[in-house]
T-cell receptor, first 113, second 116 residues
Framework: DTEVTQTPKHLVMGMTNKKSLKCEQHMGHRAMYWYKQKAKKPPELMFVYSYEKLSINESVPSRFSPECPNSSLLNLHLHALQPEDSALYLC????????????FGPGTRLTVL | QKEVEQNSGPLSVPEGAIASLNCTYSDRVSQSFFWYRQYSGKSPELIMSIYSNGDKEDGRFTAQLNKASQYVSLLIRDSQPSDSATYLCAVIRANAGGTSYGKLTFGQGTILTVHP
């Protein structure tokens, strides 16, 4: 299985809502990532987990809260988002955190109203 | 100066031609180099990685790396309309100890259009 899955595919939420994005991989990879991608821009790294521990936080606002329940799962909890947070949120995984050969999931298209 | 620079294009080539995509990087400690392809509305997909100076070939794709010039390129031979996509150059830099630091930095991407 060489696939990274993400749910939901699309999410519309209000600024007072709490929601979560989910990501799963079954490739035995030890590093997992959250990226944010705005239209016509490259992906921007948000968080890196290595061996289920948070390794890198790219100064992301606290309204985004990552969680890694186990080596296959990665969540991104969302709370009190702003309309400018609307974007494609991509999950990726790799063998190790120093590995640039990353496998991306299909993404969650988030719209904040 | 941006860490990774690409010509945003669009680059338009006829079917069957060679498409040449270029990327420069500013940080001399950059260690590993990658090309990702992203179709419109889809997620990035790794197509090539290159770690040492020279050429690396995989099917119709050739990646070229010149660390002295801080330059990496991707050649696509016999271009097909299905190659039309945004191509993202990405680098991982080394930390002071010489090992890789786990942040993949992307260029802005080059839009390639292959017309029949």
């Amino acid at each position: 299985d060489t696939e990274v899955t993400q749910t939901p595919k699309h999410l519309v939420m209000g600024m007072t809502n709490k929601k979560s994005l989910k990501c799963e991989q079954h490739m035995g990879h030890r590093a997992m990532y959250w990226y944010k991608q705005k239209a016509k821009k490259p992906p921007e790294l948000m968080f890196v987990y290595s061996y289920e521990k948070l390794s890198i936080n790219e100064s992301v606002p606290s309204r985004f809260s990552p969680e890694c329940p186990n080596s296959s799962l990665l969540n991104l909890h969302l709370h009190a988002l702003q309309p400018e947070d609307s974007a494609l949120y991509l999950c990726a995984s790799s063998q190790g955190e120093r590995d640039g050969e990353q496998f991306f999931g299909p993404g969650t298209r988030l719209t904040v109203l | 100066q941006k860490e990774v620079e690409q010509n945003s294009g669009p680059l338009s080539v006829p079917e069957g031609a060679i498409a040449s995509l270029n990327c420069t990087y500013s940080d001399r400690v950059s260690q590993s180099f990658f090309w990702y392809r992203q179709y419109s509305g889809k997620s990035p997909e790794l197509i090539m990685s290159i770690y040492s100076n020279g050429d690396k070939e995989d099917g119709r794709f050739t990646a070229q790396l010149n660390k002295a010039s801080q330059y990496v390129s991707l050649l696509i031979r016999d271009s097909q309309p299905s190659d039309s996509a945004t191509y993202l150059c990405a680098v991982i830099r080394a930390n002071a100890g010489g090992t890789s630091y786990g942040k993949l930095t992307f260029g802005q991407g080059t839009i390639l259009t292959v017309h029949p």
